[in-house]
């Protein structure tokens, strides 16, 4: 099990910025990938940034250039820097980490834990 805690959301104005934090705690050894989502009012939750543990990056083509993701692997962090905020990128912004371990059997046993998500809103 990983427990994971976000934190670092608010409101801010258009072309403002924050950092989003996400604290993992529990079989943190068991991450692969740490994973931003965002859901705004009445859409569905979408991807907006992932890094591997090896460092591998990916973003959605809405917040390219204007996101940054990264973790810390001492303290088992991961965050999200969002610059440039323009009001649609207003959503609640939910950690997620996927897992990987082996069972007793020695089959790989794959997961995707949640946080509780952290609301940012950005005002035009």
């Known amino acids: 099990q990983v427990q994971l805690v976000e934190s670092g959301g608010g409101l801010v104005q258009a072309g403002g910025s924050l950092r989003l934090s996400c604290a993992a705690s529990?079989?943190?050894?068991?991450?692969?990938?740490w994973e931003w989502y965002r859901q705004a009012p009445g859409k569905e939750r979408e991807l907006a940034a992932s890094?591997?543990?090896?460092?591998?990056?990916n973003y959605a083509g809405s917040v390219k250039g204007r996101f940054t993701i990264s973790r810390d692997s001492v303290t088992n962090t991961a965050y999200l820097h969002v610059n440039s905020l323009k009001p649609e990128d207003t959503a609640v912004y939910y950690c997620?980490?996927?897992?990987?371990?082996?069972?007793?059997?020695?089959?790989?046993?794959?997961?995707?834990?949640w946080g509780r998500g952290t609301q940012v809103t950005v005002s035009s």
């Open positions: 890094i591997t543990t090896g460092g591998s990056t």
């Open positions: 529990g079989r943190v050894s068991s991450i692969n990938t």
């Open positions: 997620a980490a996927q897992t990987m371990h082996y069972n007793d059997a020695g089959a790989p046993v794959v997961a995707r834990y």
